[in-house]
């Protein structure tokens, strides 16, 4: 069956020259779009459109294209990711929108995320929160035998669940207060549901939480947003997690 | 300790635990403030609102309980000041409604007008009972305060809508108390949620009644 076709959308897209510059939100018509094109194609068609006509084409992240890199961003129409659940925006298809649409589209927002350009912006602070978390105890050298260490199903899948994160910003992007408690429980649960993590897990939830409030991320309010934009689907109930981490090694010192 | 206290997660706790102790405080005021329903003398209520008075409550509990919601508004005000300030560049368009509940969002709006609505409250009841201390009979002043012709009506409004707000502001505090503390899992929330819904509409539902009862048929 043939995808429908879009004849006219607006696309009202956030530019921004450079870091220091003020922004605007700039509109452009593109037509003929199918239904099948995924979101990031259509922003391709379009630059294809704006560098023929000799305008600067839309800076915006993206890597692999299939959901599993967390480079893409973008806010659209008021919602990280897009209009659909679990996705992310190269997973996002323009069959969501509908004939005449006028799709907003933003970089993520936080003080904590400054945009570079355009739609883009610094991630940097996560990879700042994950480097304070410090190494985990495990010896290298050869290849550790399969169920050398016992590791119950839950946990292992708990574990899993929340490995899943793939750094995207989404959940500081959607939450009301910026706040990335979502990733830092993640980061910090995925670890402390394992044994080999389990040696430094005081350590590194004090440690995340002290980078992540010192970068200027806000504080979870729990409403909840993050879980239900999450592309992985992530459960606040890391969060809940990341506190009982957190409470314990306060108290434990 | 201090490092703790000044992190997201301590402030969290700190408001969490607050909160929990207004809640708790919030179903005796509303076991209390039902003895106007199933007494129509009105001396069951002063019983209790003398034993309220008594200088143990007065000089013993209530400063905790000041304290309890003063920690509770400083520290609101404190996290919500951090969280504008987490995102200096708003939206054009953003869209919650679907990711979020409205109580959610906006904790901070319910509260400071919960906040407007106590104060009236206390000039209303407290003031004249227990700083002015000129009230023999205190259930009279509450059924004389909702039925007292025009302005009656409007003040059992009031009162309504003070419980409505309350509600949703406990509809998102309860569970989200334990959440903040670490007590909660994926089974632990669903759970909590229902007891969350549940205590919201029981506390509010019976602050509503109370004046409408008063104001129609005492």
């Known amino acids: 069956m043939a995808d429908k076709i879009l004849k006219e ?18 509109s452009y018509k593109i037509n003929n779009i199918s239904g099948g094109t995924s979101f990031l194609e259509m922003l391709d068609i379009l630059n294809e459109e704006l ?5 600067e084409p839309i800076a915006f992240d993206h890597d692999c294209r299939e959901g599993i890199c967390g480079m893409c961003s973008l806010f659209v129409n008021g919602r990280a990711h897009g209009p659909d659940n679990d996705i992310t925006t190269c997973q996002l298809h323009m069959r969501k929108f509908s004939e005449g649409e006028t799709i907003t589209i933003e970089p993520w927002r936080a003080g904590a995320f400054p945009v570079i350009k355009d739609l883009i912006v610094d991630r940097m602070a996560f990879e700042k ?12 050298g050869g290849v550790p035998d399969g169920n050398a260490i016992p590791i119950s199903y839950d946990d292992a899948e708990e574990a899993m669940d929340a490995a899943a994160c793939i750094g995207c910003g989404a959940c500081v992007a959607t939450c009301k207060n910026s706040s990335a408690m979502l990733f830092v429980s993640a980061k910090v649960s995925h670890l402390a549901k394992l044994p080999q993590g389990r040696v430094e897990a005081t350590r590194r939830a004090k440690n995340m939480v002290a980078k992540m409030d ?3 991320f806000g504080n979870c309010t729990n409403t909840g947003a993050c879980e239900v934009e999450c592309p992985k689907g992530i459960s606040i109930a890391n969060i809940a997690r990341l506190n009982r981490e957190f409470l314990s ?4 010192e | 300790m201090s490092s703790f206290l000044s992190s997201s997660i301590g402030k969290k706790l700190i408001m969490s635990l607050s909160g929990l102790f207004l809640i708790v405080f919030v179903l005796v005021h509303l076991i209390l403030n039902s003895f106007l329903m199933f007494d129509s003398t009105g001396e069951l209520f002063n019983a209790g609102a003398h034993f309220m008075s008594l200088p143990i409550i007065r000089f013993g509990l209530q400063p905790v309980l000041f304290g309890g919601f003063i920690i509770h508004i400083i520290y609101a005000i404190t996290l919500t000041l951090q969280n504008q300030k987490a995102r200096p560049q708003k939206y054009a368009v ?13 904790m901070f709006v319910l509260g ?10 206390l000039m209303h009841f407290f003031v004249p009972i227990q700083i002015e201390g000129n009230v023999h009979d205190d259930a009279q002043l509450v059924k004389a305060l909702f039925t007292n012709g025009s302005m009656g009506l409007v003040y059992t409004g009031l009162y309504v809508l003070g419980a409505i707000l309350l509600g949703l502001h406990l509809a998102h505090g309860f569970w989200s108390a334990f959440q903040s503390i670490g007590f909660s899992n994926k089974i632990w929330k669903k759970r909590l949620e229902k007891v969350s819904y549940f205590y919201a509409i029981f506390v509010a539902a ?5 004046p409408l009862y008063l104001h129609f048929f005492a």
Do not use: C, P
């Open chain 1, 214 to 216: 010192e970068l200027g």
């Open chain 1, 9 to 26: 959308l607006t696309i009202r897209v956030w530019r921004q020259k450079d870091a220091k510059s003020k922004g605007k939100l700039e």
């Open chain 2, 112 to 121: 400071g007008l919960v906040l407007v609505f106590i104060a009236m409250h």
């Open chain 1, 249 to 252: 090694a306060t108290i434990k």
């Open chain 2, 206 to 210: 019976g602050f509503i009644i109370i």
């Open chain 1, 129 to 140: 929160v994950l480097q304070s978390g410090g190494y985990i105890s495990v010896n290298t």
């Open chain 2, 94 to 106: 953003q869209n919650l409604s679907n990711s979020s509940t409205w109580s959610s969002r906006n």
């Open chain 1, 51 to 55: 560098i023929n006509k000799g305008t």
